[in-house]
């Protein structure tokens, strides 16, 4: 299986890199053999469609790279020794992690609602040829995407872009406030700087959409990994309501697909204006 695809701009005019770790749709036949789940259910965790979303950024001068592993296989969004012992044969746990007592470790356990992914376990050498196969050269890739952005505008901004189900953002209605339609985590400020952050926000905001921050999602491994702003490597996550653009009962997109699509590709065009040496913060609308 392919790790990653990578589309790269004809000549990069910006220091933000867009990242869709959890997009990928290549369902090998041996994997859906394993599965107790139909196609559809092993699909439900999926940021299905995301990289279409974003696709335009590279004629906007930055680059973006695709999972093609699905998240049900291998989640490139955890560190590779978030092991499960409850779903790996041979795995061993060092300490509490929350992600893994959920079923969401590097090697998933269950998908959406808690559905589980298989009917036993998969041995240790599988789980390893995973990493080894999908996760580690995507990583290997993303981390070369940072540093070479680091290396040309002296400073990278990256863009790691998700999707979030409906009834995940209910909790986000505190106080009356309408549902966010796009969720920032930048892990409480610690992944990206606060002018960055308002910048993504305001890219956002200026389309239309309504935006939240990190909660309830701000940020996970990828954004803690490659966020160090003191070094000046920045790390926002996106999350989009699922619901603007896709039926999550049945993982197509909806009527309004292109509209969101052709939008999401104006706000790309804003967040790469970030990255690009001697720009002006963005007008206010």
């Given at each position: 299986m392919?790790?990653f ?8 005019t910006?220091?933000?890199?867009f990242?869709?770790p959890?997009?990928g749709?290549d ?7 394993q599965?107790?789940l ?5 699909r439900?965790?999926?940021?299905a ?7 335009d950024?590279?004629?906007h ?18 560190a590779a020794?978030?092991?499960d ?6 795995a061993r746990l060092?300490g509490h992690n929350?992600?893994?007592s ?6 998933p356990?269950?998908?959406a ?6 009917r ?7 789980a390893?040829?995973?990493i080894e ?15 070479e ?5 002296g ?7 998700h ?9 986000a209605?505190?106080?009356g ?13 610690t992944?990206a700087?606060?002018?960055?952050v ?6 956002f905001?200026?389309?239309g ?13 990828i ?9 000046r490597?920045?790390?926002v996550q996106v999350?989009?309501d699922r619901?603007?653009?896709?039926d ?6 909806n ?6 699509r052709?939008?999401?590709g104006?706000v790309v065009?804003?967040?790469?204006q ?8 963005l007008a206010?609308?």
């Amino acid at each position: 299986m392919q790790a990653f695809k990578l589309f790269r701009p004809d000549w990069p005019t910006t220091s933000v890199v867009f990242s869709s770790p959890h997009s990928g749709r290549d369902y090998s036949w041996s994997f859906l053999r394993q599965t107790v789940l139909d196609e559809r259910s092993v699909r439900s965790s999926e940021d299905a469609f995301v990289d279409l979303l974003f696709s335009d950024a590279p004629e906007h001068g930055a680059p973006l790279i695709v999972a093609s592993a699905p998240r049900a296989y291998v989640d490139l969004n955890r560190a590779a020794e978030e092991l499960d012992p409850a779903v790996i044969d041979g795995a061993r746990l060092a300490g509490h992690n929350p992600r893994i007592s959920s079923g969401l470790g590097v090697i998933p356990r269950v998908v959406a609602n808690g559905r589980a992914i298989y009917r036993g376990k998969i041995a240790l050498t599988e789980a390893e040829t995973r990493i080894e196969t999908c996760w580690r050269p995507y990583h290997r890739q993303l981390e070369s995407l940072v540093e070479e952005a680091l290396a040309r505008f002296g400073e990278s901004i990256l863009i790691d872009c998700h999707s979030m189900p409906r009834e995940a953002i209910e909790s986000a209605r505190a106080g009356g406030r309408p549902r966010p339609e796009v969720v920032l985590g930048d892990r409480f400020g610690t992944s990206a700087g606060g002018e960055i952050v308002d910048r993504v926000e305001q890219a956002f905001s200026n389309a239309g959409l309504r935006v939240g921050r990190n909660a309830p999602f701000a940020g996970a491994y990828i954004t803690q990994r490659y966020g160090l702003p003191s070094r000046r490597r920045h790390a926002v996550q996106v999350e989009i309501d699922r619901s603007l653009y896709m039926d999550e009962a049945t993982v197509r997109p909806n009527a309004d697909f292109d509209a969101v699509r052709r939008l999401l590709g104006q706000v790309v065009g804003t967040l790469t204006q970030i990255g690009r040496p001697g720009e002006v913060p963005l007008a206010a609308e």
